[in-house]
C-alpha cells in the first residue's frame, strides 16, 4: 500500500469521478460524497508522501511495474510532493464548496459538474507527478478537457468562452505533440530523465530549438501568460460558480511547472538557446505583470479584476523562471503555492458573496464586511498577499523573486515587481474602498441563518485559506528548504 | 517555558497589542461597550509594565536578544531591546493609555459610529510601533513598517465619507510607493552586504555601495522615513490624514506613524548607512537641508492655517524634521537631542492636539477665529495648550528645550551656523503660529456668550491632557525622571559613535 500513493493520489479522485454519475443517479449525495472522500484521501496520502519525499528523497514510482524509461514513471520529488499537497488540498476545498452551487432541480447535472471537477484533479495530479513526456500529454488533455466541460456549464456566455479555450487550447495541445515528437524522434525516450541523459550528449541543438518553438507558447497559452492569455479572462469569467476556485487557483499553475519541467530538467541551463528562450520568457512575464494590472484596474465585474489579476500573477511565476537561479525559482514555485490559496481564497469569496447576496458587481459591495466579517477578512488577507504585504505569502514570494533577480544584477526585474505591486495595489484597494467604505446598498439576502454567516461548507475553505495565507508566510522557510531540495541541482 | 524571562518580553510587548486587537475585532460587535474598551486598557497597562520593566536591563547595558525563527532564508524573525527603541517604545505605550482613555471620552461624547473597527486598528498600530522599536534587522524592521501602514489606513479613512476616501487614497498612495521602494533597496542592500541586522554605526561600507550607488540605496531606503516622517515636499499626505477623529490625530499623526518614520531614518542612517557611509555619501547633508528647508516652511504654512488642527499637523511636520536634522548632523549629542525630541515632541504635541480634540467635542470650533475667548470656558484645557505651546516653542524648563538645545550643541560642535540658526528661528516662528491661540482664548475684555458659562472638557479628555502637559514640564525640568529616557537617548548616542573616538 504505503509504496502505491503515488498513484493512487491520482487514481483515487479517478475512480471517484467514474463512479460519480453512476452513484449520483442512486443518491443525489452519494456520487458528492464518493468525490469529497476521495479527494481526501489523495490529500492525506499527499501529506505523507511530502513526508516521505523529505525524509527519503525522491520517489520513482513505475506503472505497472513496467521499468522506465519503457514504462510509465511517476517521479516525485520535494517540488512534486510540495505542490501535490497544496493542489489536492485546494481541490478537496473546492469540492466541499462546489455542492453549494449546484441546480436543486437538475441533480444529474449536479453530478456531472462534480465528476468533472474530480477529473479536473485528476488531470491536475497527473500532471504534477508524472516523469513522461507524453503522459504529461494525456493528462494535460485530461485537465483541458475538463476545463471545458466546466466552463460551458456556467450559462450560454460559458459555452462562448469555452469554445473560444477549446479552439486555442487544441493549438496549445497539437503545439506540444509537435514539440515532443520532435525530441522524440532524435531521442527516442519519452521518459523525462532518459530524454536528458541523451540530449545531454549533444549534437541536438536543432531539433531541441525546433522543439522549444512549439512548447514555449503551447504553456504560454495553457499557463494564459501574457501574450498567450487571449482565452483565459472569459474563461475564467464564465466558469461554473462552484469549480472556479480549481480552474483560476491551480489550472494555470500546472502547465508553468512542466515549463519549469523541459527548461530545466530536460533541456539544462547548458543548452546554448536557453539563455535567449528566458529572456523572451523574462519579457512576456514584465509585459504580462504590467498588462494584466492595467486590465484589472478598469474592470468592475469582481471575476473580470481577478482574472486580468492572475494574468498579472502568472508573469510573476514565470518571472522566477526566467532569473532562473535556485532562490528565484524557489520564489516562482512559492507564489504558485500562495497564488493557489490567494486567487482560490478571493473566488471562494466571490463565490460565497454570489451565493449571499447574487452579485458580482463591486459597485454594489457596499459595506457587506458587516454581514459577512470572516468571508472579507479572507479577502483583505488575500488582496494584502497580491499586492505583498508582509507578512502574507505574497510578500515572501516576491523577496524570493526579488533577491534572485539581484543576484543576477536584473536590476529591472526588481523596477517592475515594485511597479507590479503598485499597480495590484490601485485595484485591490479599490476593492477594499468598495467592500469597507462604500454606502451601504440594499443587497437582497438570499441566505439567512442566525449563527453563520454562510454555510459550513462556504466557511471551512475561506477560513483555511486565510490560515494558508499567513502560514506560507510565516514559515516560508520550511517550505522553501523543502523546495531547495530539488532546485538546487537545476537552476542557473 | 518562563513568560517573564527578559528575552520574551519584547515579544510580549508586541502580542499584548496583537491579541488586544484581534479580540477586539472578532468580540467587538457582540459585547457592551465598557467590556470592549476594557480590552483595550488592560492591554495598555500590561503593555507599559512590560515595556517599563525592561528599562533597568537596557541601562545596565545587558543585551536582549530574542530570534524566533527564519522568517527568509538566512535571515530571522528577531527582537532586539536597545536604548534607541526603548526610548520610543516608552513613548509609545505610554501614550497609548492615555490616548486610549481619552479616545473613549472623545468617541462616545462625540458620538462615533465603527468605534470596533476603531479600537482594533489602534491596537495593531501599537503593536506595529512596538516591533518596529525592537526589530534587530531590516526584515522585521519593514514588516512591522507596513503593517504600521495597513492598519493605519482604516484610522484615516473612520468617517468613510469622501474626504476621508480621498485622504485615505493619498496616505496609501505616499506611503506604499515609498514602501515599495525601502522594499527594493532592502533586497539590494542585503545582496551586496549578506547581513540585515541592526549594528550601531551602520554595517555598509564604502567598497559593498561604489560611490552614485550609495546616494541612490539611500535615498531608496530614506524615502520610506520621511515620507512617514512628513519631510518636505513629502509631506501632504499628513494635513489631508487629519481627517480622522482626533485621538487618531494625537497619536498616529504626533507620535506612532510620524515618529515611526523618524525613527526608520534614525536606524537607516545610523544603524544601516552609519555615520561615515551616510557622510561620504553626502546622503546626510541632503537630508539635513532638506529638514532645515522643511521646518522653516511648514512654519509660514502654519501660521496661514486657521483649522487648529491644521495648523498643528504643520506644526508636526516642522517638528519631524528637527528629529531628522538632529540625526543628519551626525553628532552624539544631537543624535541623543534626536531621540529625546521623540519623547518631547510626543508629549507636548499630544497635549496640543487633545486639547484641540477637546474643544471641538465640548464646542464644535475647529476655526481660531472662533476661539476668541474659550479660555473662559475651558480654563483648565487652555492652560495645558499653553504650557504645550511654549514647550514647542523651546522654552526652557519646558522639555522641548532639552532635546533643541542638545541638537543646536551638536550642531555647534559640528560648526554648521546655518542649523544652529534655523533650530533658533523656528523656536521664534513656533511662538508665531501657537501663541495666537493662546492670546485669542485668554483675550480680555471680550464677552463671548458662548463661552461666558465655565464648562469644561468631561473628565476623559480632560484628565490624559493634563497628564501630558504635566509629564512635558516635569521632563523638562528633570530630563531623567522616571524612566531614564535621557540617559537611554545618550546612551543610544554614545553607542553610534562610539567607535568614531
Same mark, same amino acid.
Given at each position: 500500500m504505503i509504496e502505491n500513493i503515488p498513484v493512487l493520489i491520482v487514481l483515487l479522485p479517478l475512480c471517484s469521478a467514474l463512479l460519480c454519475l453512476a452513484l449520483t443517479a442512486v443518491s443525489r449525495n452519494l456520487g458528492i460524497f464518493a468525490v469529497k472522500l476521495s479527494c481526501l484521501a489523495s490529500f492525506v496520502l499527499?501529506?505523507?508522501?511530502?513526508?516521505?519525499?523529505?525524509?527519503?528523497?525522491?520517489?520513482?514510482?513505475?506503472?505497472?511495474?513496467?521499468?522506465?524509461?519503457?514504462?510509465?514513471?511517476?517521479?516525485?520529488?520535494?517540488?512534486?510532493?510540495?505542490?501535490?499537497?497544496?493542489?489536492?488540498?485546494?481541490?478537496?476545498?473546492?469540492?466541499?464548496?462546489?455542492?453549494?452551487?449546484?441546480?436543486?432541480? $437538475?441533480? *444529474? %447535472? !449536479? =453530478?456531472?459538474?462534480? /465528476?468533472?471537477?474530480? &477529473? #479536473?484533479?485528476? @488531470?491536475? +495530479?497527473?500532471?504534477?507527478?508524472?516523469?513522461?513526456?507524453?503522459?504529461?500529454?494525456?493528462?494535460?488533455?485530461?485537465?483541458?478537457?475538463?476545463?471545458?466541460?466546466?466552463?460551458?456549464?456556467?450559462?450560454?456566455?460559458?459555452?462562448?468562452?469555452?469554445? $473560444?479555450? *477549446? %479552439? !486555442? =487550447?487544441?493549438?496549445? /495541445?497539437?503545439?506540444? &505533440? #509537435?514539440?515532443? @515528437?520532435? +525530441?522524440?524522434?532524435?531521442?527516442?525516450?519519452?521518459?523525462?530523465?532518459?530524454?536528458?541523459?541523451?540530449?545531454?550528449?549533444?549534437?541536438?541543438?536543432?531539433?531541441?530549438?525546433?522543439?522549444?518553438?512549439?512548447?514555449?507558447?503551447?504553456?504560454?497559452?495553457?499557463?494564459? %501568460?501574457?501574450?498567450?492569455?487571449?482565452?483565459?479572462?472569459?474563461?475564467?469569467?464564465?466558469?461554473?460558480?462552484?469549480?472556479?476556485?480549481?480552474?483560476?487557483?491551480?489550472?494555470?499553475?500546472?502547465?508553468?511547472?512542466?515549463?519549469?519541467?523541459?527548461?530545466?530538467?530536460?533541456?539544462?541551463?547548458?543548452?546554448?538557446?536557453?539563455?535567449?528562450?528566458?529572456?523572451?520568457?523574462?519579457?512576456?512575464?514584465?509585459?504580462?505583470?504590467?498588462?494584466?494590472?492595467?486590465?484589472?484596474?478598469?474592470?468592475?465585474?469582481?471575476?473580470?479584476?481577478?482574472?486580468?489579476?492572475?494574468?498579472?500573477?502568472?508573469?510573476?511565476?514565470?518571472?522566477?523562471?526566467?532569473?532562473?537561479?535556485?532562490?528565484?525559482?524557489?520564489?516562482?514555485?512559492?507564489?504558485?503555492?500562495?497564488?493557489?490559496?490567494?486567487?482560490?481564497?478571493?473566488?471562494?469569496?466571490?463565490?460565497?458573496?454570489?451565493?449571499?447576496?447574487?452579485?458580482?458587481?463591486?459597485n454594489e459591495f457596499g459595506r457587506i464586511y458587516k454581514k459577512m466579517p470572516l468571508t472579507c477578512g479572507l479577502l483583505t488577507a488575500a488582496a494584502l498577499s497580491m499586492i505583498g504585504i508582509p507578512p502574507t505569502a505574497g510578500f515572501f514570494s516576491k523577496w524570493y523573486l526579488a533577491l534572485g533577480a539581484a543576484g543576477q544584477h536584473e536590476w529591472i526585474y526588481i523596477i517592475i515587481l515594485v511597479i507590479s505591486s503598485l499597480l495590484n495595489a490601485v485595484y485591490f484597494f479599490r476593492l477594499i474602498e468598495k467592500v469597507f467604505i462604500r454606502q451601504s446598498s440594499e443587497l437582497r439576502t438570499r441566505w439567512e441563518s442566525e449563527v453563520l454567516e454562510l454555510p459550513l461548507t462556504i466557511i471551512i475553505p475561506v477560513v483555511i485559506c486565510f490560515i494558508a495565507i499567513f502560514g506560507l508566510g510565516l514559515f516560508n522557510v520550511r517550505i522553501v528548504d523543502i523546495l531547495l531540495m530539488t532546485l538546487e541541482g537545476v537552476g542557473l | 517555558m518562563n513568560f517573564m524571562a527578559l528575552e520574551l518580553r519584547p515579544l510580549c510587548a508586541v502580542l499584548i497589542s496583537l491579541t488586544a486587537s484581534g479580540l477586539i475585532y472578532v468580540l467587538g460587535e457582540h459585547i457592551r461597550p465598557n467590556a470592549r474598551e476594557g480590552i483595550t486598557l488592560t492591554a495598555a497597562v500590561l503593555k507599559i509594565i512590560t515595556v517599563y520593566s525592561m528599562i533597568p536591563a537596557v541601562l545596565a547595558g545587558r543585551e536582549i536578544r530574542l530570534e524566533l525563527f527564519s522568517i527568509v532564508k538566512g535571515v530571522s524573525f528577531a527582537f532586539n531591546v536597545d536604548p534607541a527603541g526603548m526610548v520610543f517604545a516608552c513613548v509609545a505605550s505610554t501614550l497609548w493609555i492615555l490616548t486610549s482613555i481619552y479616545s473613549i471620552g472623545y468617541m462616545r461624547g462625540h458620538g462615533e459610529k465603527n468605534q470596533t473597527g476603531y479600537y482594533a486598528a489602534f491596537a495593531m498600530c501599537l503593536c506595529a510601533t512596538t516591533g518596529l522599536c525592537f526589530a534587530a534587522n531590516l526584515i522585521t524592521f519593514f514588516i512591522f513598517f507596513e503593517v504600521l501602514t495597513v492598519a493605519t489606513y482604516p484610522l484615516v479613512v473612520h468617517y468613510r465619507d469622501a474626504e476621508g476616501t480621498f485622504s485615505g487614497r493619498k496616505y496609501l498612495a505616499y506611503t506604499l510607493i515609498s514602501g515599495q521602494i525601502f522594499f527594493a533597496a532592502i533586497v539590494i542592500v542585503y545582496s551586496v552586504s549578506g547581513t540585515m541586522d541592526f549594528v550601531p554605526g551602520g554595517f555598509i561600507t564604502a567598497d559593498m555601495l561604489p560611490m552614485p550607488w550609495a546616494l541612490v540605496v539611500f535615498f531608496m531606503m530614506i524615502g520610506a522615513g520621511i515620507v512617514k516622517a512628513g519631510v518636505m515636499p513629502l509631506h501632504s499626505w499628513l494635513p489631508a490624514a487629519m481627517v480622522a477623529p482626533t485621538p487618531v490625530s494625537a497619536l498616529l499623526h504626533a507620535v506612532a506613524v510620524v515618529k515611526a518614520g523618524a525613527f526608520c531614518t534614525l536606524r537607516v542612517v545610523l544603524y544601516v548607512f552609519g555615520p561615515e557611509m551616510a557622510k561620504a555619501c553626502y546622503g546626510a547633508d541632503i537630508l539635513a537641508w532638506m529638514a532645515v528647508f522643511t521646518i522653516i516652511v511648514s512654519s509660514f504654512v502654519a501660521m496661514r492655517k486657521y483649522n487648529l488642527k491644521a495648523r498643528l499637523a504643520f506644526s508636526t511636520v516642522g517638528q519631524l524634521s528637527y528629529i531628522v536634522l538632529g540625526i543628519c548632523i551626525l553628532t552624539p549629542y544631537s543624535t541623543a537631542g534626536a531621540l529625546y525630541h521623540i519623547v518631547a515632541h510626543a508629549f507636548m504635541k499630544i497635549t496640543l492636539f487633545m486639547a484641540a480634540g477637546a474643544i471641538f467635542v465640548t464646542t464644535h470650533k475647529k476655526d481660531i477665529r472662533e476661539m476668541v475667548g474659550i479660555g473662559r470656558r475651558m480654563p483648565v484645557t487652555m492652560m495645558a495648550f499653553t504650557a504645550a505651546s511654549i514647550g514647542i516653542a523651546g522654552f526652557p524648563f519646558f522639555v522641548g528645550f532639552v532635546s533643541k538645545a542638545n541638537i543646536i550643541l551638536g550642531a555647534v560642535s559640528m560648526g554648521k551656523p546655518v542649523f544652529v540658526a534655523t533650530l533658533i528661528a523656528s523656536a521664534l516662528l513656533a511662538l508665531t503660529y501657537l501663541m495666537p491661540v493662546v492670546l485669542i482664548a485668554f483675550k480680555k475684555n471680550v464677552d463671548n456668550p458662548e463661552f461666558a458659562e465655565r464648562g469644561d472638557a468631561a473628565p476623559a479628555m480632560l484628565i490624559p491632557l493634563v497628564i501630558t502637559a504635566v509629564i512635558s514640564i516635569i521632563l523638562g525640568i528633570a530630563p531623567n525622571a522616571g524612566l531614564h529616557l535621557f540617559d537611554l537617548a545618550v546612551m543610544a548616542g554614545n553607542q553610534i559613535f562610539m567607535p568614531l573616538m
Open positions: 499527499s501529506c505523507i508522501q511530502l513526508q516521505m519525499v523529505v525524509t527519503g528523497g525522491t520517489i520513482h514510482y513505475a506503472i505497472g511495474n513496467y521499468a522506465a524509461p519503457y514504462g510509465i514513471e511517476f517521479v516525485i520529488d520535494s517540488l512534486n510532493a510540495v505542490l501535490l499537497v497544496c493542489f489536492s488540498l485546494m481541490g478537496f476545498l473546492t469540492i466541499l464548496f462546489a455542492e453549494n452551487f449546484g441546480n436543486e432541480k $437538475r441533480p *444529474m %447535472l !449536479v =453530478g456531472a459538474a462534480c /465528476a468533472e471537477t474530480a &477529473l #479536473l484533479i485528476t @488531470g491536475i +495530479l497527473g500532471m504534477t507527478s508524472t516523469g513522461d513526456v507524453f503522459n504529461l500529454y494525456v493528462f494535460l488533455e485530461i485537465t483541458s478537457l475538463s476545463a471545458y466541460c466546466l466552463i460551458s456549464l456556467g450559462g450560454s456566455r460559458g459555452v462562448v468562452s469555452a469554445y $473560444r479555450y *477549446m %479552439l !486555442v =487550447g487544441t493549438v496549445a /495541445a497539437t503545439l506540444y &505533440l #509537435l514539440g515532443i @515528437g520532435v +525530441l522524440y524522434s532524435v531521442t527516442g525516450t519519452l521518459n523525462m530523465g532518459d530524454m536528458r541523459e541523451i540530449l545531454d550528449q549533444g549534437g541536438y541543438d536543432g531539433a531541441m530549438l525546433t522543439a522549444m518553438c512549439f512548447l514555449i507558447p503551447a504553456f504560454g497559452i495553457k499557463m494564459a %501568460l501574457f501574450p498567450f492569455h487571449g482565452w483565459q479572462p472569459s474563461a475564467y469569467t464564465h466558469a461554473e460558480p462552484g469549480s472556479r476556485p480549481l480552474i483560476t487557483g491551480v489550472m494555470g499553475k500546472v502547465p508553468a511547472l512542466a515549463m519549469f519541467r523541459f527548461v530545466y530538467c530536460i533541456y539544462g541551463t547548458d543548452f546554448r538557446f536557453v539563455r535567449i528562450g528566458l529572456i523572451l520568457l523574462g519579457i512576456f512575464s514584465v509585459f504580462g505583470m504590467l498588462y494584466g494590472s492595467l486590465m484589472a484596474m478598469g474592470q468592475t465585474d469582481i471575476r473580470k479584476i481577478l482574472a486580468y489579476s492572475s494574468v498579472a500573477q502568472m508573469g510573476y511565476i514565470s518571472l522566477g523562471f526566467a532569473i532562473g537561479t535556485p532562490i528565484a525559482l524557489a520564489g516562482a514555485f512559492l507564489h504558485m503555492l500562495g497564488h493557489v490559496f490567494m486567487k482560490g481564497g478571493l473566488f471562494f469569496c466571490t463565490g460565497a458573496i454570489r451565493y449571499k447576496f447574487g452579485t458580482v458587481d463591486i | -
